[in-house]
């Protein structure tokens, strides 16, 4: 796993690349109805996205519903261990573990395979990280990326 550390943990849009971040995409049709609703991953220290994408599959950099249209970002310093070591590991041990499981939209989904990484690394000193409460503080916390991804939902918006 790549490191970087200093200036290079800066947002790239124009590349994709969100460090220590929650990314979210909407799905079309639901989030158009739902517009808090969408698919969400997880980027690792360097900012590669990993998302739980369909049963067994935890896609990296191909994000199941396109590129991201949000962003969170996270604080390294709240991770329980030793920063971007702690986070890649969990990231990394979060998106295995989802390798083994099926699909399910209403329960077991993309939100739940980020909510165990941050479970993982005990973000914010916290165990309870579940698809509600990161619903919740993606859409109070997350930023909207200008110029990059479909904004599927909200027509005409980049």
């Given at each position: 796993?790549?490191?970087?550390?200093?200036?290079?943990?800066?947002?790239?849009?124009?590349n994709s690349?969100y460090?220590?971040c929650?990314?979210?995409?909407?799905?079309?049709?639901?989030?158009?109805?739902?517009?808090?609703?969408?698919?969400?991953?997880?980027?690792?220290?360097?900012?590669?996205?990993?998302?739980?994408?369909?049963?067994?599959?935890?896609?990296?950099d191909?994000?199941?519903?396109?590129?991201?249209?949000?962003?969170?970002?996270?604080?390294?310093d709240?991770?329980?261990?030793?920063?971007?070591?702690?986070?890649?590991k969990a990231?990394?041990?979060a998106?295995e573990?989802?390798?083994?499981?099926?699909h399910?939209?209403?329960?077991?989904?993309?939100?739940?395979?980020?909510?165990l990484?941050?479970?993982?690394?005990?973000?914010?000193?916290?165990?309870?990280?579940?698809?509600v409460?990161?619903c919740?503080?993606?859409?109070?916390?997350?930023?909207?990326?200008?110029?990059?991804?479909?904004?599927?939902?909200?027509?005409g918006?980049?």
């Amino acid at each position: 796993m790549i490191n970087y550390h200093g200036g290079f943990e800066k947002i790239d849009r124009k590349n994709s690349r969100y460090p220590y971040c929650v990314v979210w995409t909407p799905i079309p049709i639901l989030s158009w109805l739902l517009p808090f609703i969408g698919h969400m991953g997880i980027c690792t220290s360097a900012g590669v996205i990993r998302d739980f994408a369909g049963s067994y599959l935890v896609s990296e950099d191909n994000m199941a519903f396109g590129r991201p249209t949000k962003y969170w970002k996270l604080d390294v310093d709240k991770v329980c261990g030793t920063g971007s070591a702690a986070w890649d590991k969990a990231v990394h041990d979060a998106s295995e573990e989802y390798k083994c499981r099926p699909h399910n939209l209403c329960c077991d989904n993309c939100h739940s395979h980020v909510a165990l990484a941050l479970n993982l690394m005990r973000y914010d000193n916290r165990t309870s990280w579940n698809m509600v409460n990161l619903c919740l503080w993606s859409l109070i916390h997350g930023k909207h990326v200008r110029g990059g991804g479909v904004q599927g939902w909200r027509p005409g918006k980049e």
